[in-house]
């Protein structure tokens, strides 16, 4: 069991004190009916690792009343619980008590999965079509004469009418789809040329002529569903990695009436004047006002802003922002669709990207490519018939330049890279949503980082622990861990072993800090003016916020000193970035001086403070109108907008939901380095691509002469159509080659990250 | 060619059988956690015949 030490690893990413445990009512909100009273809810598991971890967890759930089953899903990091009655059983207390942080997801659409299904029966139905025609033309080619091959011909005729109906049915429909909309795309030159092939191929059989293109037009299909399936699986793994991680938007709150009575009600139906019990730990579903409570806010999401915000009675509170301390009762003041949110999810609509205009390489290609190719092969026909008038002749020969240039290998030569750079980008803990992303990012020259949770963690970190008593520092470590503010989850990390008076009666005061009380004495950790009520350095000292002091009896006994910590390698990051030639720049919603600050250790020269979401989205459309490709690195709500605007982005999987699924790229581990490294695999997957088309295109130009000459016969067709493709994924694994230098890397990179913090930390 | 007659259906026949048997496969849910799979063999059941 030594290998499950759950959350050890991933705590330090995601229980920043961004992600809230869902509540049961918010799990019966998304659990779905399965009829006789039974229920079935699915929670994310993250840290979900091993037999042993699947062992634990479904022992634990299986013995809580009236759970019927659990079943984890180990690839999905996925548990499916199937219960009865109203209630739900305590699932999300028995995880964490087995160590488990378990989510909620947004409701799957099931359109997807069944599109992955779809695919993949049609490769399997191609597959075993390919395979039985191949052995029958197999032995034509070898001589197979008079009946044999006619009846060798009969029965690939038969099998392949199922291949073409289901697994062509895929390009038909797509080809279609583009005609109609009087666009050209891949699947066009496919559709025709297969189908083409087919009937020339019945119309030989009926005459008992030698040469069929059954094998050929089977294949074909065959070779890029596979690319089409690699494809999909790759954007699909990204997909549900993505939406594995917590949910950060509020799905319901609970609703006091007029009369007292409490309601949990879905967000939806949230309306303004309603008044909301929000409790400590939990977000603010809608815009509102404060009417009783008070407690800290966390706006580092909706705001940039790193530093928590004390809130009282009165002041309006905007949808994300996560209540730290003590529960508040909020008036509604809009309803969800008008809330900051939905604002944020507008202006991203309303932001132009550049990736509206991206048109895809192969798209690019195909669109010249499939006109060029339709018209070589009628050109070539009108050839034949002019010169010795024999249509069927003419016909044979047309039909054979359609199927050599066939684009099989210009399908697979896109697909099978992104395949393997996501794949690459993937076991580097890098997501990426699809294929047109990585050749986006492979042309930018810019990089935009936003600062609060991008450069920074968006999380305190203590800073003058070495000058601070280790006996008070125990005692304040001791007294923050009842805490769940920012600050104090920072101290409660230097928790000693120091032998030190027991706490006793602990309460925490919102907006203020916490009190203990141990061995006759009372001891307040929080703010200034409130701790250090004897002290005379007044109210608000030099560390503004009233800086944080540990006080024993009303004397301050220490005084604690905050950062917002530099994300791992932020330095190294866009030192490596600046070496790609891309120039890097920082906007913020958060202050001129936190964020010169920033810079000046990063080394970044142009900044931008105190900006709201549309100037983000305001100064990239600026730069993207000086011509240059702008990389959007943010997390926050405010910087939503912006990483839709922006030609491409990338996101940490901290980030907010709605900036996650705006993102083309999430990274899920702590390090910057990601995004040098996401650069750099895009623009080498980008140049293999480039190659790939260039053999593909090299191939036609020795293939399509020939063809036009009219010496290919179905065996020449099926090796040159086979060895272009094995070609082409043969140089796309060429990626995969890059990684053996990756794991050195990695370990330098590891050894470097420590020694920076060592020397933050000093 | 009268071997052709019963051989080649009973070549198609087998692979059908292959095809169908993995489309049931895919139906049943047999590749939704692979992963998964392969950890499980190492768990214990408690339900082990008694010897």
Known sequence: ?762 | MTTLVYLIPVALFLGALGLAGFLWALRSGQYEDLDGAAERILIDRDDKPDL
């Open chain 1, 1 to 762: 069991m030594s290998c499950c030490a759950p959350g050890a690893e991933m705590a330090l990413d995601l229980d920043s004190g961004t992600s809230v445990l869902p509540s049961s009512q918010e799990i019966k909100l998304a659990s779905r009916s399965l009829g006789d009273g039974l229920s079935q809810t699915d929670l994310s598991v993250p840290t979900v690792h091993c037999a042993a971890c699947i062992q634990a967890i479904e022992t634990a759930l299986g013995k809580l009343d009236r759970v019927e089953s659990a079943r984890v899903n180990l690839s999905t990091k996925r548990v499916s619980v199937q219960w009865r009655g109203d209630d739900v059983p305590p699932l999300v207390a028995a995880l964490g008590r087995l160590g488990y942080q378990a989510h909620l997801f947004a409701p799957e659409v099931d359109e997807e999965d069944k599109t992955l299904s779809e695919l993949i029966r049609a490769v399997a139905v191609a597959g075993f079509a390919a395979g039985n025609i191949m052995l029958l033309s197999v032995s034509v080619w070898s001589g197979a004469e008079g009946p044999t091959r006619d009846l060798f011909h009969w029965v690939s005729a038969l099998i392949a009418i199922p291949a073409l109906a289901f697994a062509g049915g895929i390009f038909f429909r797509s080809a279609w789809n583009a005609l109609r909309h009087g666009r050209m795309n891949m699947d066009v030159p496919i559709a025709v040329g297969v189908s083409l092939a087919y009937a020339m191929s019945l119309y030989e059989t009926i005459n008992h002529g030698d040469h069929a293109y059954f094998d050929a037009s089977v294949s074909l299909l065959f070779f890029l569903l596979i690319g089409r399936t690699l494809d999909h699986v790759m954007r699909e793994r990204a997909r549900t990695a993505v939406k594995g991680l917590s949910q950060l938007a509020a799905r319901g709150a609970m609703v006091v009436r007029g009369d007292g009575a409490r309601d949990y009600l879905p967000i939806g139906e949230i309306e303004p004047g309603m008044q909301l019990l929000i409790a400590a730990g939990e977000r603010i579903p809608v815009d509102g006002k404060i009417i009783r409570g008070s407690s800290d806010l966390d706006c580092s999401l909706v705001s940039g802003e790193s530093t928590p915000r004390t809130a009282a009675p009165g002041e309006s509170v905007q949808a994300g922002v996560l209540n730290l301390t003590g529960p508040l009762t909020v008036q509604a003041t809009a309803a969800a669709k008008d809330s900051f949110l939905a604002e944020m999810v507008r202006l991203m609509e309303a932001a132009e990207g550049g990736r509206a205009h991206y048109r895809r390489i192969a798209d690019r290609v195909s669109a010249l490519y499939a006109p060029v190719v339709h018209l070589t092969a009628f050109v070539t026909f009108l050839g034949w018939m002019a010169a010795t008038g024999d249509w069927h002749r003419a016909m044979t020969i047309a039909i054979a330049v359609l199927i050599i240039t066939c684009p099989c290998a210009l399908g697979l030569a896109v697909p099978i890279v992104q395949v393997v750079a996501a794949r690459r980008l993937f076991e580097n803990g890098i997501m990426v949503k699809d294929g047109s992303a990585m050749e986006r990012l492979a042309a930018i020259d810019t990089a935009v980082f936003d600062k609060t949770g991008t450069l920074t963690l968006g999380q305190p970190r203590l800073i003058n622990a070495s000058s601070i008593d280790p006996a008070m520092l125990a005692i304040a470590a001791d007294m923050a861990a009842h805490s769940r503010h920012p600050y104090s989850k920072a101290i409660a990390g230097f928790a000693g072993l120091a032998g030190r008076p027991k706490l006793e009666s602990v309460s925490e005061h919102p907006g203020f800090g916490i009190e203990a009380s141990a061995a006759g004495s009372t001891w307040r950790l929080g703010r200034r003016g409130w701790a250090g009520w004897k002290a005379r350095t007044g109210g608000e000292g030099r560390h503004g916020h009233g800086g944080t002091v540990l006080t024993k009896d009303g004397i301050i006994v220490a005084t604690f000193d905050f950062e917002d910590a530099l994300r791992a390698d932020a330095r190294a990051a866009i030192l490596e970035l600046r070496d790609a030639g891309v120039s890097v720049e920082m906007l913020s919603g958060d202050t001129a001086g936190a964020c010169g600050k920033v810079a000046e250790i990063l080394n970044i020269d142009s900044f931008v403070p105190a900006l709201l979401p549309s100037g983000k989205v305001e100064h990239i459309e600026t730069l993207a109108k000086a011509e240059h490709k702008v990389l959007m690195v943010g997390d926050g709500l405010n910087d939503t907008p912006a990483l839709s605007a922006a030609h491409v982005s990338i996101a940490p999987a901290t980030a907010a939901d709605i900036g996650r699924s705006a993102a083309d790229f999430v990274f899920l581990r702590e390090s910057l380095l990601a995004v040098p490294l996401a650069v750099d695999i895009s623009r080498k997957a980008g140049s293999l691509i480039r190659q790939n088309i260039a053999i593909a295109i090299v191939y036609n130009a020795v293939a399509v002469p020939i063809a036009i000459l009219g010496h290919v016969t179905p065996l020449i067709a099926a090796i040159a159509m086979s060895a272009s493709s094995l070609l082409v994924i043969g140089n796309a694994l060429r990626l995969q080659g890059f990684v053996a230098s990756a794991p050195a890397q990695d370990a330098r990179r590891d050894r470097r990250a420590r020694v920076d913090q060592l020397a933050q930390s000093s």
